[in-house]
């Protein structure tokens, strides 16, 4: 199967391959294998993408998938606030059906935000079926998909048979869906902890990733360069409130930093971390983390989102998935008022998530005060196309609306 993009605006990311203002992209059984001002390829299927941008596709290397059908029902929560909502109180109640719906649904956002890459950090795994759950709900979405999984997160216990069994079922690394182990850090279990799932994960070959973060008297990392675990395989997320010389360590280790700034500006973990991580030598890159954080914005509850400002959020509220609870909880943030509810005690969280996916036959939710009108979803079609790079390895994609 022959596919070429053409007329759209290359911006390639490659020197080697360059930039065109006007450009072709031809895809041979999903692999890119040339990309030129011009290409004859008279039987492929033919993709205009006159006035529209074809470029790499975007990475996100942390977002609690699972979280999706969730969305902005948090968006003026502090962290405390989500800990306490989300891990305590809804987290224990889902079922497998409900995290691949959440794994599935999430991914399929993502994509349509031109998200090609995602690292998808598990942690609502409250059993083996609900981390079978979110890797088929990944699998089932087009993408490529890092499975980070965070095993009996927020439990003490050893791991690792859990570990070995998911990263048998994920040994190809040519494969969609991959893995990735996350660690859940010296504060929640204990240095000795961190230290045995490094090693399991060095065995495994498999990278790591940790929340990380200091009131401006904890020094995380320090600690852990003293016992010798800073690696350059882990990535360390947020890592608000740590040191300079902090940010050296980690930088001198090799490792990396995924800011998340919408999320951590609105739960009060601090100022992004951006420039200081710069200034010590990092390159930070960019995360969603979690949906209910997520502002709400003017899009019809069934409108494809689009691609944010506030870190490709692509926020947008359910109508029937928010306020569960109307008589305690608040409005988000900058809405005139709630939509009516009534409470849906011990209701499936599947039951809420599955009624995202029905036609657009709602009216839109109500706008925030401050937003424009929203655009009608009938004149909003949009299509998303990935594929892989033969040379880079990287993923590729072309969005347009019609």
Known sequence: MRTLITGGSVLSMDPAVG??????????????????????????????????????????????????ALRG???????????????????????????YLGNLLGRLEALHCGVTTMLDWFHCAEGPEHADAAVAGLRDAPGRSIFCYGANYGHQGSVEAEIRRVHRELDD???????????RGAE???????????????????????????????????????????????????????????????ADAGSSISISPDVELKMGFGWPMTGRALAAGLRPTLSVDDTPAAAATSSPP?????????????PYVPATCWNSSPSTRRPPVGWRSAPAASPR???????????????????????????PQATPASSTRSWSRAARSSATGRCWVSTCRH
């Open 188 to 250: 929640d279990t204990s240095i000795e902890t961190v230290a045995a799932e490094l090693k399991l994960a060095a065995e495994l070959g498999l990278r790591t990733s940790v929340h990380i973060a200091s009131d401006g008297t904890a020094r995380p990392v320090d600690d852990l360069r003293r016992h010798g675990l800073l690696e350059a395989s882990t990535t360390f997320v947020h890592a608000n409130g740590i040191a300079d010389d902090e940010l050296r360590m980690l």
């Open 173 to 183: 690394e040519r494969g969609p869906v991959t893995m990735a182990f996350g660690l």
């Open 302 to 314: 069934c409108a494809p989102p689009t691609l944010s400002s506030e870190a490709w959020t692509a």
């Open 73 to 99: 029902i948090g968006a003026d929560w502090t962290f405390p606030d989500y800990r306490a909502a989300i891990h305590a109180t809804l987290r224990p109640r889902y079922r497998p059906e409900d995290v």
């Open 345 to 371: 005690a011990r209701t499936p969280i599947s039951s809420c998530c599955a009624r995202t996916t029905s036609p657009c036959s709602r009216p839109p939710t109500q706008r925030p005060a401050s937003s």
């Open 19 to 68: 930039d065109f203002a006007s450009g072709d992209v031809l895809i041979e059984n999903g692999i890119i294998t040339r990309v030129a001002a011009h290409i004859d390829a008279p039987d492929a299927e033919v993709i205009d993408a006159t006035e529209r941008i074809v470029m790499p596709g975007l990475i996100d290397n942390h977002r609690h998938t699972w979280q999706t």
